[in-house]
């Protein structure tokens, strides 16, 4: 950054200080109003071109109608709105940006070359052909597009089967409609002495389907359903083995029904044994203020706490360019893996993405007939189930709010507040020394930019954020949060083998959470190196005392020349310090560096013998660095949780000995933890503890610490007053304080 900015900025920040205690301590007092305190929003930096954002933002609603007006056209009048398209229908299922290629992006960004194409990728399930199909199909150039380009091939290698394709909304609602009106008028009797059931007190959640590729059967297990406390903590231990891979509805039907660790024909059996006397549990209603409710047990009290700064944010949004004194990056959401930033510090790339891949749940359940549960939550959409964010609760009263535009499952398109972006004061020191020889202090209260969005997929909540701190580093890290996996509990003591005892029959079962990371480095540019160092311990002989010895600690340095040796699987003690170098060297002679982090206990993962664990072959590392490929771009896939036994791409295959020295790399990050439910976790899982995520560090990237030039950085000496804000920015604060944030008003509109 250019010295001149800084301290340009730096005066700027200093002057409002000055005005402002000016004003507030010089207006007459006895009013019965507070004063308001100014708005004051920074403006961006010299180095930020706003118009280059564009190649990573995502569509926005002029877009999404273009494209989907354009597919229509392009695809004839046979299109029905996925909203309403039965599976034997061709539909549009998703729009969302097709990002460019990074040589094309740098090219543009960094060489002067011409914008890239701006792109769509789209998603068609083609259901009314003589061989349904699911298609990829590249839309542009937008806002005008011209050609579609089915890119389905290069994407996957060949056709996508139609049973891989996440299922429809209708298509669910069928599966229940076909539960209630066959299914359930089988075993009337049952259902109400056993369940209560009166018509609208049950509902269904689905297990992965099926056992090999092509299975197209569904265990489906219900639960009571009462408005307000929810459905997952409610389980009554009957569960349906639905056939439903036709395309006609009406050529559904259940094939097996299993209930308190036996297995029938259809509920007609279960009916007739009911009645010559087959024992039963029977499961009341649960209640409205029971334990599963998440209605307050105590009268409302104070108020929330408010952390709001009275100078305003010392950021701007501008649709999704953020930019702070030392930050600037833009963020998308993709509407199956969830956020995305591409980020500069100080106007240089540290970054050129980090991103969300894949989000998996694997749960152990030996009350169910499927023993062992995976889910891969963005088959269900990680970015379009980011919705619902509540100001003052799950990002922070003053925070910017973030709406996003996405046409997934459906013809139209949908508004979410799908982010906010807010500065986290941490009640921290950044860095502070108290000299007690020299008699002076010097410090930076901590505080960070944080992008955030919220997945609220089925009973999980899980909270992302990317934090940008003063010192150069990027945090990514993701809270779970929400209800937990539970089974009917209905084996006694042996049930305990699988979880704990939450509720009266109600079994925590027990389940592993798996979050992938790609980050995309460009340490300096593009050609880096992968390096390790840890220390050994020498014997030396004490130079003054030559019969004794001492033991010193002694760096080794090694550079990992391939794949192979950086993919560190779970278990595996990772080197102290493992970071990225360039060729370039800062100015004390050393290569400039990022050291990447994880913070996550570890975890576990399935046998490699599993039918199943091709595809969620990353699991088996918690990091691996391979070289950057536009054909690996990805290492997941939405059609793996309905055929996840032939996936069409394995994460492990990008891992093949190919050099890593001067090359453009992929930091690949696993983090996971086991989770054991509790009596603790109902009503809901708390964040506390359910917390990981990785910390991308500068090592040896600057010549010093880069936090020195922050605006809020304090210092004074021995014999010198801290009170005067000309000394102390932070002795303005009482003063600053006295004056009343302008707020926004609540509001909440997701349901």
């Given amino acids: ?123 068609i399930f083609f259901g009314g052909q003589a061989q349904p199909n699911v298609s990829e199909l590249v839309v542009g150039p937008l806002p005008r597009p011209s050609y579609v380009r089915d890119v389905t091939k290069e994407h996957h290698g060949g056709p996508l089967p139609y049973h891989r394709r996440p299922l429809l909304a209708t298509e669910y609602a069928q599966m229940w409609r076909h539960l209630k009106e066959v299914e359930f008028r089988k075993a009337p009797i049952f259902l109400a002495s056993v369940f209560n059931y009166n018509g609208s007190t049950l509902t269904s959640l689905h297990d992965p389907r099926g056992l090999c590729s092509g299975d197209h059967v569904t265990w489906i297990g219900l639960y009571h359903n009462i408005s307000g406390v929810g459905v997952f903590l409610h389980p009554v231990g009957l569960k349906l083995l639905l056939y439903h891979r036709a395309l006609d509805p009406s050529q559904w039907a259940v094939q ?231 089974a009917f509990l209905s084996r006694g003591e042996e049930s305990h083998l699988f979880g704990n005892r939450v509720g009266e029959q109600v079994l925590g079962t027990v389940h592993t959470h798996a979050f992938h990371f790609k980050l995309d480095l460009d340490v300096a540019g593009l050609k880096n190196w992968v390096v390790a160092e840890d220390v050994v311990f020498k014997p030396v002989a004490a130079p003054w005392s030559l019969e004794h010895q001492l033991y010193r600690p002694q760096l080794t340095r090694q550079v990992l020349e391939r794949e192979d040796l950086t993919a560190f699987s779970l278990g595996i003690l990772l080197p102290c310090y493992l970071y990225l170098a360039s060729n370039q060297t800062n100015a004390w002679g050393h290569q400039h560096g990022y050291r990447i982090q994880i913070h996550s206990p570890l975890g576990i993962h399935m046998p490699l013998e599993s039918d199943t664990e091709k595809a969620l072959s990353w699991e088996r590392y918690q990091l691996a660095v391979t070289q950057r490929k536009e054909e690996e771009l990805q290492s997941s896939s939405i059609y793996y949780q309905n055929d996840i036994w032939t996936p069409t791409m394995a994460f492990a295959d990008f891992i093949n000995n190919e050099t890593l020295l001067g090359e453009d790399l992929v930091v690949w990050v696993t983090a996971s933890f086991l989770h054991i439910p509790h009596a603790e976790d109902v009503p809901n899982t708390v964040t506390v503890g359910n917390s990981v995520g990785f910390l991308l560090r500068p090592y040896n990237f600057f010549d010093g610490d880069p936090s020195i030039f922050s605006p809020g950085s304090i210092y004074f000496e021995k014999g010198q007053d801290a009170g005067p804000c000309s000394v102390n920015p932070v002795a303005c604060i009482p003063q600053l304080a006295a004056c009343a944030p302008d707020l926004p008003p609540f509001s909440f509109q997701d349901f």
């Fill in 256 to 486: 097996q029904v299993f209930y308190l660790g036996q297995y029938y024909a259809d509920l007609g059996q279960l009916e007739w044994e009911l009645k010559a006397g087959l024992e039963v549990v029977r499961v009341p209603l649960p209640l409205p203020n029971g334990a599963a409710s998440l209605r307050s047990r105590v009268s409302p009290g104070p108020l929330p706490q408010l952390h709001f700064s009275p100078l305003g944010s010392q950021y701007s949004v501008q649709g999704n360019l953020v930019v702070s004194f030392l930050w600037s990056f833009t963020f998308g959401h993709g509407v199956y893996s969830g956020m995305r930033i591409f980020d500069r510090f100080k106007g240089e790339r540290v970054a050129y993405e980090v991103s969300v891949q894949e989000c998996c749940l694997s749960v152990h359940d030996g009350e169910s007939p499927k023993t062992m549960m995976t889910y891969l939550d963005s088959s269900c959409g990680l970015g379009c189930n980011s919705q619902g964010l509540v100001r003052g609760v799950d990002c922070p009263y003053q925070a910017t709010m973030v709406d996003i535009h996405i046409l997934v499952g459906k013809g139209t398109i949908q508004l979410l507040p799908g982010a906010c972006v807010f500065e986290e004061a941490k009640g921290l020191a950044l860095r502070r020394h108290h000299n007690l020889i020299d008699h002076f202090y010097g410090g930076l209260a901590s505080s960070a930019l944080v992008v955030r969005s919220v997945s609220s997929v089925g009973n999980y909540d899980y909270i992302w954020d990317f934090v940008l701190h003063p010192n150069g580093a990027i945090e990514g890290r993701v809270h779970a949060t929400g209800c937990i996996n539970t």
């Fill in 1 to 123: 950054m250019n010295l001149k900015v800084v301290f340009a900025s730096l005066a700027l920040f200093l002057i409002t200080i000055f005005t402002l205690a000016h004003v507030l301590l010089t207006s007459q007092g006895g009013s019965s109003q507070p004063l308001r305190c100014p708005s004051i929003t920074p403006s961006a930096q010299p180095w930020t071109q706003a118009g280059r954002s564009q190649l990573f933002a995502d569509l926005s609603q002029e877009e999404l109608t273009t494209v989907m007006s354009f597919l229509t056209q392009h695809l004839g009048p046979g299109l029905v709105d996925a909203a309403q398209a039965q599976p034997s229908d061709n539909c549009v299922f998703s729009v969302e940006l097709q990002l460019p290629s990074k040589a094309a992006a740098l090219a543009h960004l960094d060489g002067g070359s011409p914008p890239p194409a701006r792109e769509a990728l789209a998603i």
